[in-house]
Every structure is written in structure tokens, then in C-alpha cells.
């Protein structure tokens, strides 16, 4: 899709360094803390730019108004990346998830290949605080002018088993970032996360941006140098690989979209049009699984 000079000139730094980490994640290189930091961050870019394009492509077939651009949510949630490699020798590039109603109305998970890696990204609010022992929201209630009020509570200040429910396809090194940028200019937030247990997860030198964090079985635990020294196994069957993750990553969607929130704020008529909207959602997504070979 096409984008004005500024646009490009903004993020052509972004562009250029992402491009140095996807060669070496290629090359099987070992990558650090600020490299995934840099994948992340341009995660999020394409994630949106993506979502922005299949919506002109689609003639805006779902009727959304945008309410955020590229920058607006960039860094702005939790967010992670599984990443997977093959040693299929096929070069190309593919997306997956990204032209479903699940992604339609809910931009946070999709899956890209870039020759033998790829891709699993998700990036949501609060998406496993809770379970990463963090501030989290107790209840999250929409408001009228479509945007959402939470209503936060103190972390357990312990980690789960798994930061996310349901977990990833087998096969991936997981790396998770949270997000502070929400509670960094906001007193009542930011009390909540004062704790030495809060700012343990914080990168030094900032107020808004988490620590990289890597999976290694049961437990996350923050990384800085080398985080990939041994890359993911890989499989020779890049199109099943990339049936399945796209299959999760549908399933993710329909996860996202139907996260526990509120209506009690809105006014009956609203409230109305917003379960019509998430029920034929949902029936198509578990449709499109279905047909992908997935169990909805």
C-alpha cells in the first residue's frame, strides 16, 4: 500500500535495522535483547499497516472507522513473537490471518513468513500481565465513545506456568515483552507498578518499555545478550507449518475478540449492536477455521 514521505521517512531507521535482524534470524545468527525489541517494534508496524491496507483492499467491507495509525500502536501493549524456522529451500513471503473478520476487528495476531522463518506475533492490553505476576484489570468495560475503561488491581507478584492460554503450535523460541507505556505518565497506574517485583521487568534507562523476556520451558525470564544462540528446529514442511500457525493465529483472534468486556456503560441500543457484531464475528471466524482445517 502506498504511504506519504513522511510516513516512510519515519520509519525508514526502523525499516532498515528490522531488515539487519531478519537476515541474521535467516542466517540462524544468534540476535540480543534490543534486536528482538527492533522485530517487535516492526511486528507492530506491519501488523497495523496490514490491517489498514486489507480494509481498502476489502473496500472497508466491515464498515471500521480506524481510530489509530501505525505510530499510535507501536509499543503501546504487551506483545510477543514465536519464531520457527524450516529448512525448506523456497524463498517468499507470506501473511497469515491477516484478511479475516477476527483481524478485521481485533488487529493483534498474525503470521508472517519471510523465506524459512516464521513469524507469530501477538500484541494486546495486558495481554499476560496477570499471569506474568503484574498489575492487571479487574474488569474492562467499554465505554460510549468506543474506547475502554479498566479497572486495575494489584499483580500476584508470581509468574504462571505459561504466560499464555492456549499456548503456541510446538516448535518455537518465545519471546514476550511487556508494555509500560500506559501507566507511564499516569500516577494512579504507576503506583501500582512501584514494586521492586514490577520494576524488576522495566528497561533500564526508561519509563515505558519492558524488558525482553524469553520462554524457556515453564518459566520467563529476561534476556540481554545472545537471546538466540540456538535456533528453533526446523521442519521441512513450510506449508503445514504455515497452515497450522495461521490456524492458531485465527484462533487467537477469536480469543482476543471475545475477552471479557463490559457493556454495562453503554446505552441499551449500543449494546445491542455490539453483541449482533461480536456473535457474526465470531460465526464467521469459527467458519473460516473450520474450512482451514481447524477445530472451531
Not at 154 to 175: D, K
Request: proline content about 7%.
Amino acid at each position: 500500500m502506498p504511504a506519504c514521505g513522511k510516513c516512510n521517512s519515519s520509519f525508514s531507521n526502523l525499516e532498515a535495522a528490522a531488515q539487519n535482524v531478519v537476515r541474521r534470524l535467516l542466517a540462524g545468527s544468534s540476535v540480543t535483547a534490543h534486536d528482538i525489541h527492533t522485530l517487535l517494534e516492526w511486528l507492530d508496524k506491519v501488523r497495523v499497516g496490514l490491517w489498514l491496507g486489507f480494509r481498502a483492499l476489502d473496500n472497508n467491507l466491515y464498515g471500521i472507522v480506524p481510530r489509530f495509525a501505525v505510530g499510535g500502536r507501536m509499543g503501546l501493549h504487551d506483545r510477543m513473537v514465536g519464531i520457527y524456522r524450516t529448512a525448506s529451500p523456497d524463498t517468499g513471503l507470506n501473511f497469515g490471518a491477516t484478511d479475516t473478520p477476527g483481524f478485521a476487528f481485533t488487529p493483534s495476531c498474525f503470521v508472517l513468513r519471510v523465506n524459512s522463518v516464521l513469524l507469530f506475533n501477538i500484541s494486546f492490553q495486558f495481554l499476560f500481565s496477570k499471569r506474568l505476576g503484574l498489575p492487571y484489570p479487574h474488569t474492562a468495560s467499554l465505554l460510549p465513545g468506543k474506547h475502554t475503561k479498566f479497572e486495575m488491581v494489584p499483580g500476584t507478584e508470581r509468574q504462571s506456568r505459561a504466560l499464555l492460554r492456549p499456548s503456541l503450535p510446538s516448535g518455537a523460541v518465545e519471546f514476550y515483552q511487556p508494555s509500560f507505556r500506559v501507566v507511564a505518565n499516569n500516577h494512579e497506574l504507576g503506583a501500582l507498578y512501584s514494586s521492586p517485583y514490577a520494576l524488576q521487568f522495566l528497561w533500564p534507562g526508561t519509563a515505558d518499555r519492558g524488558k525482553v523476556l524469553r520462554r524457556y520451558g515453564c518459566v520467563v525470564r529476561p534476556v540481554w545478550e545472545e537471546v538466540l544462540d540456538d535456533p528453533p528446529p526446523a521442519t521441512d514442511d513450510l506449508p503445514s507449518l504455515l497452515r497450522v500457525l495461521t490456524v492458531a493465529a485465527m484462533k487467537w483472534q477469536l480469543t482476543l475478540g471475545e475477552s471479557q468486556l463490559s457493556l454495562r456503560l453503554i446505552t441499551p441500543s449500543h449494546r445491542a449492536v455490539v453483541r449482533g457484531t461480536i456473535a457474526a464475528v465470531r460465526r464467521t471466524q469459527r467458519a473460516l477455521i473450520r474450512l482451514a482445517g481447524g477445530a472451531a
